[in-house]
């Protein structure tokens, strides 16, 4: 039973634009959100999150969106570059779980020059 | 600050051999995670730990695996008998207090023959 839900293995963008990766998610105790970035033969690293309070949290090119009527989260980066390229993870955590957080299978980002 | 360290980075094994994995959080950190990483699955947490107590096994696959944090400074995901399936990058992951942002180490990726 897959929470947290990526439907979009892959996204290829071309630099300059924007990218935009999409998560789901299915339980509604969920209150807290982040996304992370991940390079290969490394372990992921934290980019940005949202409390279920807000719908938007911005940090330089990162935007975070929360929809929790639609239980729908998305990462915007802009403008993207080839930097950007690797795979992003959406987590989602619930203050009755303590500190667990619930990931998502992850979307490869190709950021072509 | 090292961050989280793990080793060994990689590991070859045979089918049925016992393999060890080692995690040193970072220091001050009061919570550590234990991580698989698979193409199906994406991230699955296995353990986690709270001063050490461990907190929520539900995610360890079966009896072959076993985790211990003897101190506040070291742990260890153990698995025998290993088995193909097993072959998997696994991460550590620490956090301080309260806190919803995770801290990976680089991972061991594991293959058993």
């Known amino acids: 039973d897959q929470q947290v839900k990526q439907n979009s293995p892959s996204l290829s963008v071309q630099e300059g634009r924007i990218s935009i990766l999409n998560c789901d998610y299915t339980?509604?105790?969920?209150?807290?959100f982040l996304w992370y970035k991940k390079y290969p033969a490394e372990g992921p690293t934290f980019l940005i999150s949202?409390?279920?309070?807000?719908d938007k949290n911005e940090d330089g090119r990162f935007t975070v969106f929360l929809n929790k009527s639609a239980k729908h989260l998305s990462l915007h980066i802009v403008p993207s570059q080839p930097g950007d390229s690797a795979v992003y993870f959406c987590a989602a955590s619930a203050e009755s779980s303590g500190d667990k957080l619930t990931f998502g299978t992850g979307t490869r980002l190709a950021v072509r020059p | 600050d090292a961050g989280v360290i793990q080793s060994p980075r990689h590991e070859v094994t045979e089918m049925g051999q016992e393999v060890t994995l080692r995690c040193k959080p970072i220091?001050?950190?009061?919570?550590l995670f234990w991580y698989r990483q698979t193409m199906m699955r994406g991230l699955e947490l296995l353990i986690y730990?709270?001063?050490?107590?461990?907190?929520?096994d539900s995610g360890m696959p079966e009896d072959r695996f076993s985790a211990k944090m003897p101190n506040a400074s070291f742990s260890t995901l153990k698995i025998q008998p290993s088995e193909p399936r097993d072959s998997a990058v696994y991460f550590c992951?620490?956090?301080?207090?309260?806190?919803?942002?995770?801290?990976f180490g680089p991972g061991t990726r594991l293959t058993v023959l």
């Open positions: 992951a620490s956090s301080p207090a309260r806190a919803n942002e995770q801290f």
């Open positions: 949202i409390s279920s309070i807000k």
């Open positions: 220091s001050g950190h009061n919570s």
């Open positions: 339980n509604s105790m969920f209150d807290y």
């Open positions: 730990f709270n001063n050490n107590v461990p907190i929520d």
